[in-house]
């Protein structure tokens, strides 16, 4: 069946930078794109932008632009998202998501990602 | 960026009643391609968000025929004919509106 297995929960100094991981199983991993959608305690849910897998190209909310990369990886059907200059603010639950064309479908399990001095 | 306004943000309801979860977007999400790109997911209590419906009011293959969407331009409407305890979560609508960025409403809390 069709998966997305992410990599597991970080810890991070402020300023430092995390890589989170989401391979990819049971469909053509060059086939859709990923997008990346990340959750804050108790908060809702903020879409950070996306990799069109298949070609490489991004696109990035204006918020994450300058602090995050999407990458992917065809021959491990694996899609990274890399965030730089980590703050106390980036503590959240990171997820990706495959996107089809009815929407984003499945997610991953996410990926806690804790910025603490 | 094209902001989700979800009303309300909480909402109990009893067993076997319905419940309606409305979304108003900033600007019109008709699509040049003629498709509104309005969608609706649940957060289950611990588990990732998962995709309910897709262009306003189609059903992802396997979500139950109690839920449906309904709207157009800027006004929708997430329903749920007969609340099961199943249902718990946060219900969020997103849009993915062209070349814009996508947006998520705040999220509607649902509760028995």
């Known amino acids: 069946q069709v998966q997305l297995v992410q990599s597991g929960a970080e810890v991070k100094r402020p300023g430092a930078s995390v890589r989170v991981s989401c391979k990819a199983s049971?469909?053509?991993?060059?086939?859709?794109?990923i997008h990346w959608v990340r959750q804050a305690p108790g908060q809702g849910l903020e879409w950070m932008g996306w990799?069109?897998?298949?070609?490489?190209?991004?696109k990035y909310s204006q918020k994450f632009q300058d602090r995050v990369t999407f990458t992917r990886d065809i021959s491990a059907t694996t899609a990274y998202l890399d965030v730089r200059s980590l703050r106390f603010e980036d503590t959240a639950v990171y997820y990706c998501?495959?996107?089809?064309?009815?929407?984003?479908?499945?997610w991953g399990q996410g990926t806690l990602v804790t910025v603490s001095s | 960026d094209i902001g989700l306004t979800q009303t309300p943000l909480s909402l109990s309801v009893t067993p076997g009643q319905p419940a309606s979860i409305s979304c108003k977007s900033s600007?019109?999400?008709?699509?040049?391609?003629?498709?509104?790109?309005l969608y609706w997911y649940v957060q289950k209590p611990g588990q990732s968000p998962q995709l309910l419906i897709y262009q306003v009011s189609r059903r992802l293959s396997g979500v139950s025929e109690r839920f449906s969407g309904s709207g157009s331009g800027t006004d929708f409407t997430l329903t749920i004919s007969r609340v099961e305890a199943e249902d718990v979560g946060v219900y969020y609508c997103m849009q993915g509106f062209q070349e814009t960025p996508w947006t998520f409403g705040q999220g509607t809390k649902v509760d028995i």
């Open positions: 998501a495959r996107r089809i064309l009815a929407g984003l479908t499945p």
């Open positions: 990799i069109n897998i298949g070609k490489g190209n991004t």
């Open positions: 600007e019109s999400l008709l699509n040049s391609d003629g498709k509104t790109h």
């Open positions: 049971g469909y053509d991993f060059t086939d859709f794109g």
